[in-house]
């Protein structure tokens, strides 16, 4: 069966260092997210993205967070300068219709 | 835009217990529902959605869910949990039709079964 699949597992960095996370979709999809799920609280929209352009944003998505599907197949998530508060799972999803289908995730830790 | 709302933050059940978790949403318009699960330290996993049709929807694991329209809600069932049932669970809601809509999630409810 399809599925999604992420890139690291997990990463640890220090604070103010480039982090990038990328996303295998599925490869019929059209429509791709990123979600992030601080430990222990709700998961909660980053990005969405269609047409290669961001479709929607949520207010956390500030510019030190970028997306990016640069071969038509990966679509990559980087924030820039890393904080602490980034310290979170980072989920990547894709759909072509209605239901989203998550990948594992990556855990990023920020020192 | 949608909301999720989930009433129940923690629930602790014994093994054998019926099992209902609530789920109401706000949005004007026709939406896709969903509960996910997430076993301690596991990523989202679908138990089950409702597009349409027959508003009571079975999902994997003996879960069941029921959309009632009239109400705005998509509550979570079954009606005996194992210990193995300990996780959490979210219920989501994306708006049907049109591209790029996100997927919005309610805040989760830890279940924890106890033997």
């Known amino acids: 069966e399809p599925e999604v699949t992420q890139t690291p597992s997990h990463q640890v960095t220090q604070m103010g260092q480039e982090v990038i996370l990328r996303c295998v979709p599925i490869?019929?999809?059209?429509?791709f997210y990123w979600y992030r799920q601080i430990l222990g609280q709700k998961v909660e929209f980053l990005v969405s993205?269609?047409?290669?352009?961001?479709?929607?944003k949520s207010e956390i998505f500030d510019d030190q967070f970028s997306v990016e599907r640069p071969d038509g197949s990966n679509f990559t998530l980087k924030i820039r300068s890393t904080k602490l508060e980034d310290s979170a799972m980072y989920f990547c999803a894709s759909r072509v219709t209605g239901e989203l289908f998550f990948g594992e995730g990556s855990r990023l830790t920020v020192l | 835009a949608q909301s999720v709302s989930q009433h129940n933050h923690h629930v602790i059940l014994s093994e054998a217990a019926s099992l209902e978790l609530g789920c109401n949403y706000s949005y004007g318009g026709t939406v896709n529902l969903f509960w996910y699960v997430q076993y301690p330290g596991q990523h989202l996993q679908l138990l089950l959605k409702?597009?349409?049709?027959?508003?009571l929807v079975k999902g994997i694991k003996g879960f069941e869910a029921e959309f009632i329209k009239s109400k705005f809600s998509f509550n979570l069932r079954k009606p005996s949990v194992q210990w193995s049932d300990t996780a959490e669970y979210f219920c989501a809601v994306i708006p049907r039709g049109g591209g790029g809509n996100k997927l919005t999630f309610g805040t989760g409810t830890q279940l924890k079964v106890e033997l």
């Open positions: 409702y597009f349409s049709g027959d508003p």
């Open positions: 490869s019929n999809h059209l429509y």
């Open positions: 993205f269609y047409n290669n352009e961001i479709s929607e």
